[in-house]
């Protein structure tokens, strides 16, 4: 890659009078070139607008109608927004989403942020293929097929009661996702097996660009492991945490697959979240109106968690 | 790092306990489906004797060959057209002038953080009013618009570090736009695309949410759509529903064993640019 | 990569033609918003002037090749397509192509799908006055005329009768049932020897005594799986015999001013409640699905199993003379009623263009041929006519004895879970707190009473 910029370099410092003169030039080529850039852009724009951005601003006038999704639709103005901010089963999805994020963002980013301190390379050869593959694997397969395998460990007779068994918890077992105690937290667990992999990888690659002279320094400097970390090792992965912590608290706000596939909110609605939700409201239950308005406010949420979190972790 | 392998025991036991953890699912579910049908198995226990035909026998109970079929057909109707446009799209917005290309730009990132559920439901009735509903055709557009923010974001970002005078150059050379986007950029751009293109064939395989809504007969669905009406009809037998559901999974693991390394690169460096 | 630092996005190099971009969008899109017709006032509607009959109508298949579509939820593919097989039989020049979806998702996905373009020329419609509100189904009034079904029993004709103001149990015909299901308590025979069981129960207050004594004997009593809404049978069960037949069939007919939260209703629930603390049924209900209480049935770790014929012929294959079918008990002796409803409740689209060969299809249903096929599945026969042929003393034999009598006294009682298209959620939902106590019977009726009104927009 390097000898193709350096042969590039040469080309363009080479011809880069050419090029002054070239933009120097007319008016024509410049306008014409951006008009073709358009044309470049509109495939991409069209297709996007259509699929992407028509639905979202039909989301946004849905919401401010009554509509069984058949027959005409009757104007509300703001009561589903009102109705999404007061009605206890749509804030506690929202609620419930908020407590998953501690096992799809949190923990998955301290058990690899652990990893990573602890490891920081891995020299053992063959090691470093293995753990990627497998830890890559969560999220390599659909949501859906890891919502059949984590209800069959999670049921009366599956791995996770077997594991409890032999480590003499017997009186702990239960059917994990029917039990209303503890439905949501074995929906977390789902989130936490997701994303630790991924955020093992990702800070792993990350401590590896750190420059070692700085752990160097740090050494010589006396700095213990636990300095060293919140000095040298945190900083340094600023921009792969601020990743793993944007890309799992999307899944986590905008989660479906898995609940879906899993307790479909249940039991009662204890792990009912936005997403599974608005699919029930919407094609269930056939109130378009109440659905796009969660759909919005879910929308808004996102932005209003991810955005200071960018800036937060970019800030160089 | 010069530290020695015994002060990297404890970080080792954790690496450990981490990739045990993330297969452990699988090989529960791997061990269910090696049950003779139609018993409950409890746990993980590695049968006796075990029932390697299962898999056999629900690939046919699950006509899975249709849902393959039809996964193939919809990876080979999204991604080579997603491909394109972002490419496209990327290549306006990162090397020629557009005006407008901040906003366009800032349009498509918006959709990084627009979640699926926002739009599907108006969604259902636009596609239905197309006459496309139960057809892969509304799929295929669905997702390819789906995936531009983030591929016209992986493609700028590839784009901006092409020198500008690279194109600039060609235009003196009597080079339609077109052309020196044909024969000199998209060479360049190959291993970005590539790694895009793997990105893309992962998530249309496995999309969930839209194949369910807008297609009804499963055996046009994605692998992982067919999954739902999957699980009704075979909860029945817990050892053919694990069987069929690795069938599923089967497709992506073993592209993704073949390639792991670029997948791996790929998501990494798309998530961390995004 | 030293000329660029970390790339940024040109426009905002330039902020104020960005912003006036952004302005310029943001004003097109609020116009756009507020030009726009309130949805489904458009092409998504139904006409319902032209949703009636045509001018006349055929009872005579001809000879020409006919192509019809069947819509119906996966769990009836095997009837369903005995069933067409048997037509064909009689009239070969008809193909049917069958689509099924899960059965849930099949009643969920009904009224879209009947809006559509082309949709299917038979389907199973489970929220049949919604439905027939929209104007999304053909009034088989004609055809009734045509093939005498006027003279069907009345009490099924209340199934397929919805009247002027979408209200069921009387009015036009739009449906024909297929067959129709009938549930009660399965109970496992060697098990109700061990626990001292010697009859079947036939009042509430055997049936009590009969779970106390199998609780005392350490079996589980009744087993439901509830992660699936099977707990709703007991307590509809209860809720039939305390608030009777009338009551529960005018609030899943939608009728005005229908409720589900009396106090017979409470007292019904308060007893089922107090099953549950008693722990009359299995601890892991919730986390339970049925077909896997069925399997847990059948190894013999329960007296009671609460279902419907739909699992007799897998209950007669993996039990064989061990289990026993009894309908369920009354308040006062003598007088059952029992949740039976059509197996799949098929009617016409009003976008179909086959509909006098559907109609066809429609009236074989209560053909000799078709009972006998229902039967065979384990189903009750639709229409009237000589009793299908059973093999004595089977399970089979059992209920189809048991729904004769039922349909004699008139007790068929609607599920109370297809009274709107979402309703069933929300049993779900509040059976679920119920068995686990976390609801109580009054908020439980009072919070499936608040949906139904809204959801019917009441």
């Keep these: 890659m390097s000898t193709l910029d350096s042969t590039l370099a040469g080309e363009v410092t080479g011809g880069s009078w050419i090029a002054r003169r070239a933009r120097s030039g007319s008016r024509g080529p410049r306008l014409s070139r951006g008009l073709s850039g358009w044309l470049f852009v509109l495939p991409a724009l069209s297709v996007y607008a259509a699929f992407v951005l028509r639905p979202l601003l039909s989301t946004i006038q849905y919401a401010f109608y009554d509509w069984n999704g058949i027959t005409a639709a009757t104007p509300v103005g703001l009561g589903n927004f009102q109705r999404v901010l007061t009605d206890p089963l749509l804030l506690s999805s929202v609620g419930h989403s908020f407590f998953l994020m501690i096992f799809y963002t949190i923990l998955p980013v301290i058990g690899g942020l652990m990893v990573a301190a602890l490891i920081q390379e891995i020299r053992l050869w063959g090691l470093g293929t293995v753990a990627r593959t497998t830890l890559f694997l969560p999220q390599i397969i659909p949501g859906a097929a890891a919502a059949i395998a984590w209800v069959w460990m999670f049921s009366s007779n599956g791995a996770v009661n077997q594991v409890l068994s032999a480590v003499g918890l017997d009186g702990q077992t239960r059917a994990w996702l029917g039990d209303f105690n503890f439905a949501l937290t074995s929906v977390g667990v789902i989130g936490t097996w997701l994303g630790l992999g991924f955020c093992t990888i990702l800070l792993m690659a990350g401590i590896g660009k750190i420059d070692v002279s700085i752990y160097e320094a740090a050494r010589l400097d006396g700095a213990g492991f636990f300095r060293t970390f919140t000095s040298v090792t945190l900083p340094g992965l600023r921009q792969e945490i601020g990743v793993c912590v944007t890309v799992t608290l999307i899944a986590a706000l905008a989660s479906f697959d898995i609940v879906f596939m899993s307790t479909q909110g249940g039991p009662g609605t204890s792990t009912m979240v936005p997403g599974v939700l608005i699919y029930q409201l919407g094609f269930t239950e056939s109130r378009i109106g109440l659905a796009s308005a969660l759909a919005i406010v879910l929308t808004a949420l996102i932005l209003a968690v991810i955005l200071p979190i960018q800036r937060f972790f970019r800030e160089e | 790092?010069?530290?020695?392998?015994?002060?990297?025991?404890?970080?080792?036991?954790?690496?450990?306990?981490?990739?045990?953890?993330?297969?452990?699912?699988?090989?529960?579910?791997?061990?269910?489906?090696?049950?003779?049908?139609?018993?409950?198995?409890?746990?993980?226990?590695?049968?006796?004797?075990?029932?390697?035909?299962?898999?056999?026998?629900?690939?046919?109970?699950?006509?899975?060959?249709?849902?393959?079929?039809?996964?193939?057909?919809?990876?080979?109707?999204?991604?080579?057209?997603?491909?394109?446009?972002?490419?496209?799209?990327?290549?306006?917005?990162?090397?020629?002038?557009?005006?407008?290309?901040?906003?366009?730009?800032?349009?498509?990132?918006?959709?990084?953080?627009?979640?699926?559920?926002?739009?599907?439901?108006?969604?259902?009735?636009?596609?239905?009013?197309?006459?496309?509903?139960?057809?892969?055709?509304?799929?295929?557009?669905?997702?390819?618009?789906?995936?531009?923010?983030?591929?016209?974001?992986?493609?700028?970002?590839?784009?901006?570090?092409?020198?500008?005078?690279?194109?600039?150059?060609?235009?003196?050379?009597?080079?339609?736009?077109?052309?020196?986007?044909?024969?000199?950029?998209?060479?360049?751009?190959?291993?970005?695309?590539?790694?895009?293109?793997?990105?893309?064939?992962?998530?249309?395989?496995?999309?969930?949410?839209?194949?369910?809504?807008?297609?009804?007969?499963?055996?046009?669905?994605?692998?992982?759509?067919?999954?739902?009406?999957?699980?009704?009809?075979?909860?029945?037998?817990?050892?053919?529903?694990?069987?069929?559901?690795?069938?599923?999974?089967?497709?992506?693991?073993?592209?993704?064993?073949?390639?792991q390394r670029h997948f791996i690169k790929a998501m990494i460096a798309g998530a961390v640019k995004g | 990569m030293a000329q660029r630092s970390v790339p940024s996005p040109s426009g905002l190099s330039r902020s104020t033609s960005a912003r006036r971009w952004m302005t310029v969008a943001a004003v097109a899109a609020a116009a756009t918003l507020a030009a726009c017709s309130a949805p489904g006032s458009g092409s998504g509607s139904v006409d319902t002037a032209s949703a009636g009959e045509p001018a006349a109508v055929s009872t005579d298949l001809g000879t020409d090749p006919i192509e019809l579509t069947l819509y119906d939820g996966a769990g009836l593919k095997a009837v369903d397509d005995a069933l067409i097989a048997a037509f064909t039989t009689k009239y070969p020049n008809v193909t049917i192509t069958t689509r099924f979806d899960p059965d849930d998702v099949q009643a969920q996905n009904a009224p879209r799908v009947l809006s559509s373009d082309n949709p299917p020329d038979i389907a199973r419609i489970v929220a049949l006055g919604d439905i027939v509100k929209n104007g999304q189904l053909t009034d088989l009034e004609p055809w009734a005329a045509a093939y005498g079904w006027d003279a069907l029993p009345g009490g099924q004709l209340a199934m397929y009768t919805v009247d002027a103001d979408g209200v069921r149990g009387s009015g036009a015909q739009y449906t024909v049932a297929s067959g129709f299901v009938v549930t009660g308590l399965y109970y496992d025979k060697s098990v109700a020897a061990t626990v001292g069981m010697t009859t079947p129960p036939a009042t509430v207050d055997e049936l009590e005594a009969a779970l106390a004594k199998a609780k005392d004997a350490g079996v589980v009593p009744m087993i439901i799986g509830n992660q699936t809404g099977q707990g709703t049978f007991p307590i509809q069960m209860m809720i039939n015999s305390y608030a009777g037949?009338?009551?529960?069939?005018?609030?899943?007919?939608?009728?005005?001013?229908?409720?589900?939260?009396?106090?017979?209703?409470?007292?019904?629930?308060?007893?089922?409640?107090?099953?549950?603390?008693?722990?009359?049924?299995?601890?892991?209900?919730?986390?339970?699905?049925?077909?896997?209480?069925?399997?847990?049935?059948?190894?013999?770790?329960?007296?009671?199993?609460?279902?419907?014929?739909?699992?007799?012929?897998?209950?007669?294959?993996?039990?064989?003379?061990?289990?026993?079918?009894?309908?369920?008990?009354?308040?006062?002796?003598?007088?059952?009623?029992?949740?039976?409803?059509?197996?799949?409740?098929?009617?016409?689209?009003?976008?179909?263009?086959?509909?006098?060969?559907?109609?066809?299809?429609?009236?074989?249903?209560?053909?000799?041929?078709?009972?006998?096929?229902?039967?065979?599945?384990?189903?009750?026969?639709?229409?009237?006519?000589?009793?299908?042929?059973?093999?004595?003393?089977?399970?089979?034999?059992?209920?189809?004895a048991a729904f004769a009598g039922l349909v004699e006294a008139d007790g068929q009682v609607q599920f109370v879970q297809n009274a709107t298209s979402g309703i069933n959620a929300i049993w779900l939902a509040q059976t679920q707190l119920l068995i686990e106590a976390r609801t109580t019977p009054q908020d439980y009726l009072a919070a499936v009473q608040a949906a139904y009104q809204e959801q019917l927009g009441r």
């Design chain 3, 245 to 400: 037949q009338q009551s529960v069939n005018d609030w899943v007919f939608n009728v005005a001013d229908a409720t589900i939260d009396t106090p017979e209703g409470v007292e019904a629930v308060t007893r089922v409640a107090d099953w549950a603390a008693q722990g009359y049924f299995n601890s892991d209900a919730n986390g339970t699905d049925s077909t896997t209480a069925l399997g847990r049935f059948t190894q013999g770790e329960a007296l009671f199993y609460p279902s419907g014929n739909w699992d007799a012929s897998s209950l007669q294959d993996q039990m064989g003379d061990n289990v026993g079918f009894v309908l369920p008990p009354a308040t006062t002796v003598g007088s059952s009623l029992a949740m039976s409803d059509p197996v799949s409740n098929f009617g016409i689209p009003a976008k179909s263009t086959n509909k006098d060969a559907a109609a066809v299809f429609l009236n074989f249903l209560t053909s000799p041929e078709a009972r006998q096929v229902m039967v065979d599945f384990g189903f009750a026969p639709s229409g009237t006519g000589d009793a299908p042929t059973t093999p004595d003393g089977s399970l089979n034999a059992e209920i189809q």
């Design chain 2, 1 to 259: 790092m010069q530290t020695s392998v015994r002060d990297r025991v404890p970080g080792l036991i954790l690496l450990l306990a981490a990739i045990v953890f993330s297969i452990f699912p699988l090989v529960s579910m791997l061990t269910a489906a090696l049950q003779p049908q139609g018993t409950i198995p409890v746990g993980v226990s590695w049968p006796a004797d075990p029932q390697w035909h299962n898999f056999v026998d629900a690939w046919k109970v699950a006509d899975i060959t249709p849902l393959l079929w039809s996964s193939i057909i919809l990876v080979i109707g999204v991604v080579p057209v997603a491909a394109l446009f972002a490419t496209m799209a990327g290549y306006a917005l990162g090397q020629l002038r557009v005006p407008g290309s901040g906003l366009l730009f800032l349009l498509f990132l918006f959709g990084l953080t627009l979640p699926r559920e926002a739009t599907i439901i108006p969604l259902y009735y636009q596609i239905r009013d197309m006459g496309l509903l139960n057809t892969r055709l509304g799929l295929i557009l669905v997702l390819i618009a789906a995936f531009m923010p983030f591929a016209v974001f992986w493609m700028r970002a590839h784009f901006l570090t092409m020198p500008k005078e690279l194109s600039e150059a060609s235009a003196i050379d009597g080079a339609t736009q077109w052309q020196a986007f044909t024969r000199i950029q998209i060479p360049l751009a190959v291993p970005a695309i590539a790694s895009m293109c793997l990105l893309l064939f992962l998530w249309t395989w496995n999309t969930f949410l839209q194949a369910i809504v807008l297609i009804d007969d499963p055996s046009k669905r994605t692998m992982a759509g067919a999954l739902q009406n999957f699980v009704g009809q075979y909860s029945t037998d817990v050892v053919l529903l694990n069987a069929g559901s690795l069938l599923i999974m089967a497709p992506t693991i073993i592209v993704f064993l073949f390639f």
